[in-house]
T-cell receptor, first 113, second 112 residues
Framework: EAAVTQSPRNKVAVTGGKVTLSCNQTNNHNNMYWYRQDTGHGLRLIHYSYGAGSTEKGDIPDGYKASRPSQENFSLILELATPSQTSVYFC????????????FGPGTRLTVL | QQKVQQSPESLIVPEGGMASLNCTSSDRNVDYFWWYRQHSGKSPKMLMSIFSNGEKEEGRFTVHLNKASLHTSLHIRDSQPSDSALYLCAASPSNMGYKLTFGTGTSLLVDP
């Protein structure tokens, strides 16, 4: 089965600090995604990538950067963390051929104090 | 405004009963729909996808799609306590590389 891992699983950060969330997939999928999930908002797309070296803005990219250095790895970077970025973050990978199912990682719970 | 609207927000059905969940997109460019299920404290997992008008059945789960109205519905028959979860609908235009827009979900509780 497709495997997506995330680190750290839990993170407490201070306002104004830098936070990096990492994601690794062993599915050899071209597409990777970062979402955040908040009560009342569902899953919202932050950034996504079609392959190594590419990143695209999703629906709520402000305050976030992304990096895709390789097929397997996709990072989400919060340069100046704010309390409004407290959320659960999910990474996902998908194969665009034949009706893409997205495989989600276990999530990272981020608290910004 | 949420582009993918789901109803109801929450639903309680007795064990063995039928659960019906609804989802409508306000984006006329949407072609494809997915249903994901998320158990409490876990990550979403795809349940079913539907890209053509009509009906698709997999075991106890049936999905309907009406492309003219951009409406999809998920029906779960013989509901089990293990079906208790958050059900998320997602939609995508076919020319957007499967960039999904999710609804806020329907929380289903199956009462044993």
């Amino acid at each position: 089965e497709a495997a997506v891992t995330q680190s750290p699983r839990n993170k407490v950060a201070v306002t104004g600090g830098k936070v990096t969330l990492s994601c690794n997939q062993t599915n050899n999928h071209n597409n990777m995604y970062w979402y955040r999930q908040d009560t009342g908002h569902g899953l919202r797309l932050i950034h996504y990538s079609y392959g190594a070296g590419s990143t695209e803005k999703g629906d709520i990219p402000d305050g976030y950067k992304a990096s895709r250095p390789s097929q397997e790895n996709f990072s989400l970077i919060l340069e100046l963390a704010t309390p409004s970025q407290t959320s659960v973050y999910f990474c996902a990978s998908g194969d665009p051929t034949g009706g893409e199912e997205q495989y989600f990682g276990p999530g990272t719970r981020l608290t910004v104090l | 405004q949420q582009k993918v609207q789901q109803s109801p927000e929450s639903l309680i059905v007795p064990e063995g009963g039928m659960a019906s969940l609804n989802c409508t997109s306000s984006d006329r460019n949407v072609d494809y729909f997915w249903w994901y299920r998320q158990h409490s404290g876990k990550s979403p997992k795809m349940l079913m996808s539907i890209f053509s008008n009509g009906e698709k059945e997999e075991g106890r789960f049936t999905v309907h799609l009406n492309k003219a109205s951009l409406h999809t519905s998920l029906h779960i028959r013989d509901s089990q306590p293990s079906d208790s979860a958050l059900y998320l609908c997602a939609a995508s235009p076919s020319n957007m590389g499967y960039k999904l827009t999710f609804g806020t979900g329907t929380s289903l509780l199956v009462d044993p």
